[in-house]
């Protein structure tokens, strides 16, 4: 295993796995089947799993689940592992990347307006593995999703060429077909004498990725973009300046503007102060944790503390320091949103890694 597939594997794979600590249950292991299961049993975000699965070599490159052999799991050209779960979400295929891409293109000029279209409308659409960009000696590939590249000949005419990182799940992959087709835009768009410094380029290019996830309403995908320290913070940046002026100040500036930052631009209205509730939530209690989804009847259930929670359920919680009163509001796959004592702000916990010992 590379050492670029090694942090691919660590990142998704430590994201997305709890542990609760039961003595007998009705749990079945999602992997091996086994059950019902008693002593240490991982939560995993397709259901519980054994400790003897947990200590499996392989894992699922994009949710973590351990792979053992016959278990309808498929292996990319690289070498990654998509569970029997995922795959039948993730893009594989070149055709269905094109097609994606197609979808995304339309939907971002929808949002943003005719003015978001490109003069020189083919687009080159290819996928590669992760051992394309390893392979070239970049070191600073982990993040490197897709990225795009535009030609520009004497005469002033593009061509344009957009790559993307194969099997990664399709919400994921349109974030990134967002985020590159604003490169495209911005490269046909920012004259040679408006040079724009890097961060504020891909905060930009984030900007449409984090506008687009919010229409299709996928508030965790929003906040891995807020979250991902790619653009050096420069993102909230422009989500404030976005809030304050629209997107057509932002992409005035693109074409006619002259400094380097947009936040350095004499008529641009700084950003909110950091307290600003939607970039930095109230701080947690100690102790407060959540541990992971356990699924009772239908329905999903968070499990906080040791202690199950569905939409809509109060209970008060015994920390170190203090008692809490919870309200769970939502529950997705990743994250669990709630509020403390009564108050109307929310905070969104993400899944806690640790195992707990029976």
């Known amino acids: 295993m590379s050492i670029v597939r090694k942090a691919v594997f660590c990142l998704f794979f430590f994201m997305i796995v709890g542990a609760i600590c039961a003595v007998e249950t009705n749990f079945f292991c999602v992997v091996c089947g086994k059950g019902p299961l008693t002593g240490r049993i991982w939560m995993s975000k397709w259901g519980p799993v054994c400790d003897d699965c947990y200590q499996l070599k392989d894992h699922c490159s994009i949710c973590g689940l351990p792979i053992k052999d016959g278990d309808g799991h498929i292996q990319t050209a690289d070498g990654r592992l998509i569970c029997r779960f995922d795959k039948t979400n993730a893009v594989l295929d070149v055709d269905e990347a094109k097609e994606l891409f197609a979808d995304t293109r339309r939907d971002v000029v929808e949002m943003y307006g005719q003015g978001f279209t490109l003069q020189y409308s083919d687009v080159a659409v290819m996928m590669f593995d992760v051992d394309y960009w390893s392979e070239r000696g970049r070191s600073d590939g982990l993040h490197k999703f897709g990225f795009a590249s535009t030609r520009k000949t004497a005469g002033g005419q593009c061509t344009h060429e957009v790559v993307m990182l194969s099997g990664r799940l399709r919400d994921e992959m349109t974030a990134t077909a967002a985020h590159e087709y604003t490169h495209l835009w911005i490269?046909?768009?920012?004259?040679?004498?408006?040079?724009?410094?890097?961060?504020?380029?891909?905060?930009?290019?984030?900007?449409?990725?984090?506008?687009?996830?919010?229409?299709?309403?996928?508030?965790?995908?929003?906040?891995?973009?807020?979250?991902?320290?790619?653009?050096?913070?420069?993102?909230?940046?422009?989500?404030?300046?976005?809030?304050?002026?629209?997107?057509?100040?932002?992409?005035?500036?693109?074409?006619?503007?002259?400094?380097?930052?947009?936040?350095?631009?004499?008529?641009?209205?700084?950003?909110?102060?950091?307290?600003?509730?939607?970039?930095?939530?109230?701080?947690?209690?100690?102790?407060?944790?959540?541990?992971?989804?356990?699924?009772?009847?239908?329905?999903?259930?968070?499990?906080?503390?040791?202690?199950?929670?569905?939409?809509?359920?109060?209970?008060?919680?015994?920390?170190?320091?203090?008692?809490?009163?919870?309200?769970?509001?939502?529950?997705?796959d990743y994250t669990v949103v709630v509020e403390l004592n009564g108050s109307p702000d929310q905070i969104i916990l993400h899944r806690d890694v640790e195992k707990l010992i029976p």
């Open 187 to 332: 490269n046909e768009n920012r004259p040679d004498s408006h040079v724009i410094d890097s961060d504020t380029i891909e905060a930009i290019c984030e900007l449409t990725a984090y506008n687009l996830m919010g229409e299709k309403n996928l508030p965790t995908m929003q906040q891995r973009i807020l979250e991902n320290p790619y653009t050096n913070g420069k993102i909230k940046t422009l989500i404030a300046i976005y809030q304050e002026h629209g997107i057509g100040y932002i992409l005035d500036w693109v074409k006619n503007g002259t400094t380097e930052t947009l936040d350095a631009d004499g008529s641009a209205i700084k950003p909110p102060p950091t307290q600003t509730p939607v970039f930095i939530p109230p701080k947690l209690p100690t102790g407060l944790k959540f541990n992971g989804l356990m699924t009772i009847g239908k329905d999903d259930q968070a499990v906080i503390n040791g202690v199950s929670f569905a939409v809509g359920d109060e209970k008060r919680l015994k920390l170190r320091d203090q008692t809490v009163l919870i309200r769970c509001d939502e529950i997705h």
